[in-house]
């Protein structure tokens, strides 16, 4: 059964800063994406990853893959408040183009 | 294009009461999938289909029924709700693509059961 797990699940930081977002993954997989839930409102997505090594940036967030490493990282670079929400990873497990979540990591981006 | 969308927005149950959660998509994807989320947790899969015609479980079906007729539309039936099935449900597309499985959600249905 894949597990996704991400961390932390809870994030404050102030704006300026940086910081990053793990999220691992139990089986085998080079699809993972990443998507942004504002409070209330639906999932959109914001990365999808296809390969080992991928790289993709929008912003001030940049998501990498390592499938041998089965882990993803959302990194974000100099926060503003507008990227407070939470963010999810969801990994592909191959049947069926299923996707499982992570728990969300829940950011809070503060003045 | 419309995207995936949901109705009804918002329902109260009462335990024991069933409802059909409407759930369409225009942009033509094989793929469609319900999910439900808990508040502060993330998504469980409740029913998928990879086309008219076909579906099966995901990980927490119990209560639950979907039918696909169309390539459209994917409608999900609360049978003899219960306060547990109490959740925001989300309903989702993907196309048949040979490689990877973005999903685009709909805005979700609120459902209360008391």
């Known amino acids: 059964e894949l597990k996704v797990e991400q961390n932390p699940l809870f994030l404050s930081m102030q704006e300026g800063k940086n910081y990053t977002i793990y999220c691992n993954y139990s089986t085998t997989s080079d699809r993972l994406y990443w998507y942004r839930q504002d409070p209330g409102k639906s999932l959109e997505s914001l990365f999808v990853l296809l390969s080992n090594g991928a790289v993709k940036q929008e912003g001030r967030l940049m998501a990498s893959l390592d499938t041998k490493a089965r882990l993803s990282t959302l990194h974000i670079t100099a926060a503003v408040h507008d990227l407070s929400a939470t963010y999810f990873c969801?990994?592909?497990?191959?049947?069926?183009?299923?996707?499982?979540f992570g728990s969300g990591t829940q950011l809070t981006v503060l003045p | 294009n419309a995207g995936v969308t949901q109705t009804p927005k918002f329902r109260i149950l009462k335990i024991g009461q069933s409802m059909t959660l409407q759930c369409t998509q225009d942009m033509n994807h094989n793929y469609m999938y319900w999910y439900r989320q808990d508040p502060g947790m993330g998504l469980k899969l409740i029913y998928y289909s990879v086309g008219a015609g076909i579906t099966d479980k995901g990980e927490v079906p119990n209560g639950y029924n979907v039918s696909r007729s169309t390539t459209e539309d994917f409608p999900l039936r609360l049978e003899l709700a219960a306060p547990s099935q109490t959740s925001v449900y989300f309903c989702a597309s993907s196309p048949r693509l040979a490689g990877g499985n973005e999903q685009f959600f709909g805005p979700g249905t609120r459902l209360t059961v008391l």
């Open positions: 969801a990994v592909d497990g191959g049947s069926a183009r299923q996707l499982t």
